[in-house]
T-cell receptor, first 111, second 114 residues
Framework: EDQVTQSPEALRLQEGESSSLNCSYT??????LFWYRQDPGKGPEFLFT???AGEEKEKERLKATLTKKESFLHITAPKPEDSATYLC????????????FGTGTRLKVLA | ETGVTQTPRHLVMGMTNKKSLKCEQH?????MYWYKQSAKKPLELMFV???????ENNSVPSRFSPECPNSSHLFLHLHTLQPEDSALYLC?????????????FGQGTRLTVV
């Protein structure tokens, strides 16, 4: 069964304290892996798409990487405005319309 | 204009009411989705429309009825809901075919069933 697991469930960081969020996946064939940011009461905001192992994408303080079993979202020198829930999702080769989501990591960055 | 717009943002309805959620996308996408998001659960796919035809229906109770009149608009008609249907309902759209597969979401409708 296709599955996505995110860890940790919650993370508290001091401002400037870099860390990484993990998304491990088990799928029959990966079409793409997606990272989203979600603020409370709002819809997920698209961040990155990764297609193949070894690929990396960067945006401001965020960097996403992909291996054959997992993806990491690295947050460098985070600021309080980076506080949000970060969601990981995968799309399989056989599921054009199916995005399988993890339960997310709730990140809190303290000033 | 934002890419995917949902209305209303908040909705409180009684169990005997009938209401509709609306979604509009301005991204030129050809697939649209309804997701349900409950606390501490992954997003649950409810319905998918591609080129205005329903292609996925994930065992959703009949009290939820989707409608897709064209590739830019999607509705979710609600009737005789239960309190456990209270959740954040999210609309999304994507392009199928070509190299871009990411889905873009609206801001959601927070539904409370009383």
């Amino acid at each position: 069964e296709d599955q996505v697991t995110q860890s940790p469930e919650a993370l508290r960081l001091q401002e400037g304290e870099s860390s990484s969020l993990n998304c491990s996946y088990t799928v029959s064939g990966l079409r793409g892996l997606f990272w989203y940011r979600q603020d409370p009461g709002k819809g997920p905001e698209f961040l990155f798409t990764l297609y193949s192992a070894g690929e990396e994408k960067e945006k401001e303080r965020l960097k996403a990487t992909l291996t054959k079993k997992e993806s990491f979202l690295h947050i460098t020198a985070p600021k309080p405005e980076d506080s949000a829930t970060y969601l990981c999702a995968v799309q399989t080769i056989s599921g054009t319309y199916k995005y399988i989501f993890g339960t997310g990591t709730r990140l809190k960055v303290l000033a | 204009e934002t890419g995917v717009t949902q209305t209303p943002r908040h909705l409180v309805m009684g169990m005997t009411n009938k209401k509709s959620l609306k979604c509009e996308q301005h991204l030129g996408h050809n697939a649209m989705y309804w997701y349900k998001q409950s606390a501490k659960k992954p997003l649950e796919l409810m319905f998918v429309y591609s080129l205005e035809e329903r292609v996925e229906n994930n065992s959703v109770p009949s009290r939820f009825s989707p409608e897709c009149p064209n590739s830019s608009h999607l509705f979710l008609h609600l009737h005789t809901l239960q309190p456990e249907d209270s959740a954040l309902y999210l609309c999304a759209s994507s392009r199928t075919g070509g190299g871009f597969t990411e889905a873009f979401f609206g801001q959601g409708t927070r539904l409370t069933v009383v």
